[in-house]
């Protein structure tokens, strides 16, 4: 299956999934809850997730992993737990959509800081990610996707230890509009030197998601593009989020989203989905666009 993957990639634009964080929010997940601990304990709502993203038109869909690293899952109470959550995600996520559509194992940052920035050696998180990685890949994920990084040499690190798990490896970090004009990430780290490194890394997949909403993803498409001859994947916000009555808010509608995508693969870009506040309704816009494009 990682084989058809790629295969399906060089034939064709694929369409990921949008959210997975706000929309379990939206079924019920409380402030300070682990996602992930949803996998065992409210299992239908995360499949409930993915069926609806599959229904709209996904040809990838995302596991309900991105936290599920031992030390993220360590303030869980589930750091030897790191097998089971990432199988049941798999598991849940290949029933819900059936084979017709990819199931990529969802790799988010730890939120440390690699040695010198932070106390934790580089070896450590090669070590955390791997673990991790093996897991996903172990119980049926077709693909890995590190997803929102900021810090260069953390991907960097995500990178190497999901190369040796035999399936294509994503690699997509966020960026905003700098006062240059340039798009870096919160790190300082610019779009088209990232795109270079994890290029000579090894990502299969070049991306950039979260960070901003869609009006600035066909300048981040276009540099990706123009930096590596990888495929690139993009997966913007549903806008800028705003707080209203005490609950962030995603202003946005599918049909302001969608009128980005036609820019967006124009720049070059052959996944686009959506992160933070997007809908199936949103995937749903991003389908018709994708198809109606060729």
């Known amino acids: 299956m990682a084989e058809n993957f ?9 369409v990921c999934d949008g959210a997975m964080g706000t929309e379990l929010i939206r079924r019920g997940l409380g402030a300070g809850v682990c996602p992930e601990t949803w996998n065992v304990e409210r299992a239908a709502e995360v499949a409930a997730v993915h069926r609806a993203y ?22 869980c109470g589930l750091a030897d737990e790191v097998g089971k959550v990432n199988a049941a995600a798999v598991a849940l996520a290949r029933k819900a959509v059936g084979r017709g559509v990819f199931v ?23 070590e955390v990610f791997a673990e991790q990685a093996r897991a996903l890949v172990e119980a049926g994920a077709e693909a890995l996707i590190l997803e929102t990084f900021t810090s260069l040499n953390e991907i960097l690190a995500a990178l190497d230890a999901a190369a040796g798990t035999g399936v294509p490896v994503i690699a997509s970090m966020s960026f905003q509009r ?26 299969a997949i070049i991306g950039a998601n979260c960070g901003t909403g869609p009006e600035d993803y066909p300048d981040i498409a276009k540099t990706l593009c123009r930096a590596t001859k990888r495929p690139v994947l993009v997966e913007p916000n549903a806008g800028i989020p705003r707080l209203v009555a005490g609950k962030t808010v995603f202003p946005m509608t599918p049909g302001q989203f969608a009128k980005f995508v036609r820019p967006i693969l124009k ?6 989905g959506g992160c933070c506040g997007t809908t199936p309704e949103h995937i749903r816009a991003v389908r018709r666009v994708v198809d109606a494009a060729g």
Do not use: Q, Y
């Open 54 to 75: 599959a229904g709209a038109g996904a040809d990838i869909v995302l596991t309900n992993t991105f936290g599920a690293n031992r030390w993220k899952l360590d303030a």
């Open 104 to 126: 990529a194992g969802d790799i988010g940052p730890t939120g440390r800081f690699v040695a010198p920035l932070g106390p934790d050696p580089r070896d450590a998180f090669v």
């Open 6 to 14: 790629l295969k399906s990639l060089r034939s064709r634009v694929l």
């Open 178 to 203: 700098a006062a240059d004009g340039s798009h870096r990430t919160l790190m300082g780290h610019e779009a088209a030197s990232c795109a270079a490194a994890l290029d000579a890394a090894g990502a």
């Open 267 to 272: 720049a070059g870009a052959r996944i686009v």
